[in-house]
């Protein structure tokens, strides 16, 4: 059981190319999330997913998109990239609705943009 | 909008016990959770309350007034192994998380 998976660790790209980032889960949650993390501003939502086929977006989408298009894959897309999006990408995911809502995390993925 | 606010650093020796405060202010309410990260790894679910009251899990404690918008993280018997960023979260409804800034605590020896 491998968990939350993120891919890659670790970019460096220049203002204004794109990428995806990759999270997978094998816990067959029906939630996944994407959230950023900058220094001393905690975890900030930026799109989630209450299953598959469904986005939304959360407290910072601009700049991003995403697509839920299997369940276990959330896929986090910059289409132009801007130095303000460097920040540590964290994906999640949570079983439901029932119990303590606890979301499970992937170990990251730090992001530079020059 | 949303509004958390806990202390950014706090520094313990060992053995010593260190209370995290959190209050809040949100949309919505469910309950707060806390949250550990080790040195930018992962983020690691500690405990929820939904309910008014105190839930104890080994050295860690949560507690919850509902009333007052207020919990606090009690962190007993502290080891080196617990310096880590602590982030208190309310669960704002069925699957929505909005994180607090997060505590950095520090162990000494």
């Known amino acids: 059981n491998a968990g939350v998976t993120q891919t890659p660790k670790f970019r460096v790209l220049k203002t204004g190319q794109s990428m995806t980032l990759l999270c997978a889960q094998d816990m067959n949650h029906e939630y996944m999330y994407w959230y950023r993390q900058d220094p001393g501003m905690g975890l900030r939502l930026i799109h989630y997913?209450?299953?598959?086929?469904?986005?939304a977006k959360g407290e910072v989408p601009d700049g991003y998109n995403v697509s839920r298009l299997k369940k276990q894959n959330f896929l986090l897309g910059l289409e132009s990239a801007a130095p303000s999006q460097t920040s540590v990408y964290f994906c999640?995911?949570?079983?439901?609705?029932?119990?303590?809502?606890?979301?499970?995390f992937g170990p990251g993925t730090r992001l530079t943009v020059l | 909008g949303q509004s958390l606010e806990q202390p950014s650093e706090v520094t313990a020796v060992e053995g010593a016990i260190v209370q995290i405060n959190c209050t809040y202010q949100?949309?919505?309410?469910?309950?707060l959770s806390w949250y550990q990260q080790h040195d930018g790894g992962a983020p690691t679910f500690l405990s929820y309350n939904a309910l008014d009251g105190l839930e104890e899990t080994g050295r860690f404690s949560s507690f919850l007034s509902r009333s007052d918008s207020y919990g606090y993280l009690l962190l007993q018997e502290l080891q080196m192994k617990d310096s880590a960023s602590y982030f208190c979260?309310?669960?704002?409804?069925?699957?929505?998380?909005?994180f607090g800034a997060g505590t950095t605590v520090t162990v000494r020896a």
């Open positions: 949100t949309s919505g309410f469910y309950g």
């Open positions: 999640a995911s949570s079983p439901g609705t029932s119990g303590s809502g606890e979301q499970f």
């Open positions: 997913s209450v299953g598959e086929g469904t986005t």
């Open positions: 979260a309310v669960r704002v409804n069925d699957y929505k998380l909005s």
